[in-house]
């Protein structure tokens, strides 16, 4: 609190919060396929970051090792795996319910730790177990509401693994690695894995209108960009778990954003099952090590 960015890294916290809660209704105000608003998304943001990142540290790219480009490049293969299941759960499930399911990264994250030998807490598994039942509770009365919902909630579950998988790579890999480096590769490693699917799924990439590509502009702009950027500059004052509790007001954020853009009013149902899941991801972040923490802070 004695530093002097502290006010202004408070502000820039806020502004970062609000920027990637647009995120959601963003995506499903777009009409281009989920895929293609994958790749582009990460496409443009890796295309934006890569001049910064190399007129900013030539040295740094020619010095990267072997580890380290297989490190970021599967880092970057997660990334492209959790938007690929992600942004389509949007198509399926509301905004509310997807945001809230992919929200509990933190927990597999620290459920990933555990299996690789960090012993955890009682108060992080207690946190853990609310967070759980607050997603199958949601997921049930979600199911209940429009049975095409449970693709939704099933693609939003599976996007957050894919999340704490790639914070769990990421968070080993960036300590060798300017933020600005890892990023690009990171971006450009997952439009790649999303090209793939692109292909496959043989969504297209050209001929939307122009709303949807000044939709897809704004949020690789405001969301991935502004809001990311904030975020880690907001670090420098700030506590990585200072952070992570901030981003979880992007899942109310979306909520309200939603209801008046594109109009997604949320099914009140859902708000009890949603507050379980905020209630346990706060303790899980609170008693959790702060460095899961500081790499959530650079994905939705």
Same mark, same amino acid.
């Given at each position: 609190? @004695?530093?002097?960015?502290?006010?202004?890294?408070?502000?820039?916290?806020?502004?970062?919060?609000?920027?990637?809660?647009?995120?959601?209704?963003? &995506?499903?105000?777009?009409?281009?396929?989920?895929?293609?608003?994958?790749?582009?998304?990460?496409?443009?943001?890796?295309?934006?970051?890569?001049?910064?990142?190399?007129?900013? @540290?030539?040295?740094?790219?020619?010095? !990267?090792?072997?580890?380290? #480009?297989?490190?970021?490049? =599967?880092? $970057?293969?997660?990334?492209?795996?959790?938007?690929?299941?992600?942004?389509?759960?949007?198509? +399926? %499930?509301? &905004?509310?319910?997807? *945001?809230?399911?992919?929200?509990?990264?933190?927990? #597999?994250?620290?459920? &990933?730790?555990?299996?690789?030998? *960090?012993?955890?807490?009682?108060?992080?598994?207690?946190?853990?177990?609310?967070? =759980?039942?607050?997603? &199958?509770?949601?997921? $049930?009365?979600?199911?209940? /509401?429009?049975?095409?919902?449970?693709?939704?909630?099933?693609?939003?579950? !599976?996007?957050?693994?894919?999340?704490?998988? +790639?914070?769990?790579?990421?968070?080993?890999?960036?300590?060798?690695?300017?933020?600005?480096?890892?990023?690009?590769?990171? +971006?450009?490693?997952?439009?790649?894995?999303?090209?793939?699917?692109?292909?496959?799924? @043989?969504?297209?990439?050209? $001929?939307?209108?122009?709303?949807? #590509?000044?939709?897809?502009?704004?949020?690789?702009?405001?969301?991935? !960009? =502004?809001?990311? %950027?904030?975020?880690?500059?907001?670090?420098?004052?700030?506590?990585? *778990? *200072?952070?992570?509790?901030?981003?979880?007001?992007? !899942?109310?954020?979306?909520? /309200?954003?939603?209801?008046?853009?594109?109009?997604?009013?949320?099914?009140?149902?859902?708000?009890?099952?949603?507050?379980?899941?905020?209630?346990?991801?706060?303790?899980?972040?609170?008693? %959790?090590?702060?460095?899961?923490?500081?790499?959530?802070?650079?994905?939705?």
């Amino acid at each position: 609190m @004695n530093s002097p960015y502290y006010r202004t890294d408070l502000v820039a916290l806020a502004v970062a919060v609000i920027a990637v809660s647009t995120s959601g209704p963003v &995506i499903a105000a777009c009409a281009a396929p989920a895929l293609a608003i994958a790749f582009w998304r990460c496409f443009i943001g890796a295309a934006v970051t890569a001049p910064v990142a190399w007129l900013k @540290n030539v040295e740094v790219w020619r010095g !990267l090792t072997k580890r380290d #480009w297989l490190g970021a490049g =599967l880092a $970057g293969l997660f990334l492209g795996l959790h938007f690929a299941a992600w942004i389509p759960s949007l198509r +399926y %499930t509301s &905004i509310a319910a997807s *945001t809230a399911i992919v929200a509990t990264q933190v927990v #597999w994250a620290a459920l &990933i730790a555990h299996i690789l030998g *960090t012993k955890a807490p009682k108060r992080e598994w207690f946190g853990i177990a609310i967070s =759980l039942i607050g997603v &199958i509770l949601l997921t $049930g009365i979600d199911v209940s /509401l429009n049975r095409a919902a449970l693709i939704g909630d099933l693609l939003a579950l !599976l996007g957050a693994m894919l999340a704490a998988a +790639y914070m769990t790579v990421g968070q080993r890999v960036r300590k060798n690695i300017p933020t600005s480096v890892y990023t690009t590769i990171v +971006y450009a490693a997952a439009a790649l894995v999303l090209f793939v699917f692109v292909l496959i799924s @043989n969504s297209a990439l050209t $001929g939307y209108a122009l709303r949807d #590509w000044l939709l897809i502009l704004a949020l690789t702009a405001i969301a991935q !960009l =502004l809001g990311h %950027t904030l975020m880690n500059l907001a670090l420098r004052s700030l506590s990585a *778990t *200072t952070i992570s509790l901030a981003i979880l007001l992007e !899942l109310p954020g979306a909520v /309200l954003i939603a209801w008046f853009w594109p109009g997604q009013q949320p099914p009140w149902q859902l708000l009890p099952a949603v507050f379980l899941i905020m209630s346990g991801l706060v303790i899980v972040i609170r008693s %959790t090590r702060a460095n899961y923490a500081k790499t959530d802070s650079e994905l939705l």
